[in-house]
């Protein structure tokens, strides 16, 4: 059944496997119901009881060690991390006892504390002050995004949620390396057709630290033989960007210049809209990108 779910042409394998299955289990049912009422006795005692609530009760009594269990890996991998930032022994100790104070049992907000401090240069107090203060403003706009005026740009925390469906769910909107003004967020490849080298499609998010000025949809062939799949998946999910961002339908113009994979650029609502084709010098398969940019 697990391999009749990945592909389409396997539906009615995976119909039938289920109803097979559905059948299966409800006689399961009715077969312990029966055995039970043919030999009540010898089911409704204290053992069997004891039996079926042991597990449940085990269980309760695990959860609470493997909660803390996992606190304690997720601090002890960031202060390993800690030491390879702050070289200062002293500096690295206040910077422990801050990082437990400020997140306690948030450990998303402490991994995202200790990969911050890789991105820029912590030298004292106040830069450990700085960087706690910054993960805990940004966590808070992302509870409650504010609506930013089309003209500027986009909710850096909305322009996250515009591909949620297609698969592209970009990482938490954080610092550029390099300790710069640029902000960015980034999601997982999404990996499309068959075969050992997959083409992928990427969804990247650019901007300053409240307002994002740019949306990259970028596609990258790896096997140009296989890519019918992926640029036609390219091109749906490029128009539905579109449309998030800027509220319309994308126009034929630049459908038809992404299915053919023609470079342009134009501008629509005061933003530019650009497709970029980049060929890959030397790559054995004659690989290549196409980058699909909103941006002010």
């Known amino acids: ?9 396997y539906s009615q394998v995976e119909g039938l496997l289920n109803a097979l299955f559905a059948w299966f289990g409800l006689g399961l049912i009715f077969y312990v119901i029966f055995q039970i009422s043919a ?19 085990l269980f309760m009594f695990y959860l609470p060690f493997i909660f803390l269990m996992n606190l304690y890996v997720n ?13 200062e022994p002293s500096l690295r100790a206040y910077a422990k006892r801050c990082a437990i104070k400020a997140f306690h049992f948030r450990i998303e907000l402490l ?14 107090r106040q830069d450990i002050k700085d960087a706690i203060r910054e993960v805990k403003t940004t966590w808070e706009r992302e509870q409650s995004p504010e609506e930013i005026p089309l003209d500027l740009g986009w909710s850096p925390f909305m322009a996250r949620e515009f591909l949620i469906t297609e ?8 610092r550029s390396v390099g300790g710069c003004d640029d902000w960015c967020s980034n999601s997982d490849c999404l990996r499309v057709g068959d075969g050992f080298t997959l083409n992928n499609i990427v969804y990247y998010i650019e901007g300053e630290e409240s307002v994002a000025t740019k949306l990259n949809l970028v596609m990258a062939i790896n096997t140009p033989d ?12 490029a128009g539905k960007l579109f449309a998030k961002a800027l509220g319309n339908e994308v126009p034929e113009e630049i459908k038809v210049n992404l299915s053919k994979e023609i470079t342009m650029t134009t501008k629509l609502m005061g933003k530019n809209i650009i497709i970029l084709k980049e060929i890959w010098p030397g790559h054995r398969m004659q690989g290549y990108s196409i980058k699909f940019i909103i941006q002010n």
Not at 1 to 9: I, L
């Open 39 to 57: 030999d009540i006795e010898k089911f409704a005692k204290l053992q069997t009881l004891t039996d079926f609530s042991l597990p449940p009760i």
């Open 167 to 174: 698969g592209l769910i970009p990482s938490d909107y954080h």
């Open 226 to 237: 296989s890519s019918f799949e992926t640029r036609h998946e390219f091109c749906e999910i």
């Open 1 to 9: 059944m697990a391999y009749s779910e990945t592909d389409k042409k």
């Open 111 to 124: 991994n995202r504390w200790t990969r911050n401090l890789n991105l820029t240069n912590r030298e004292n």
């Open 75 to 87: 601090y002890e991998n960031a202060f390993v991390r800690l030491q390879f930032v702050v070289k």
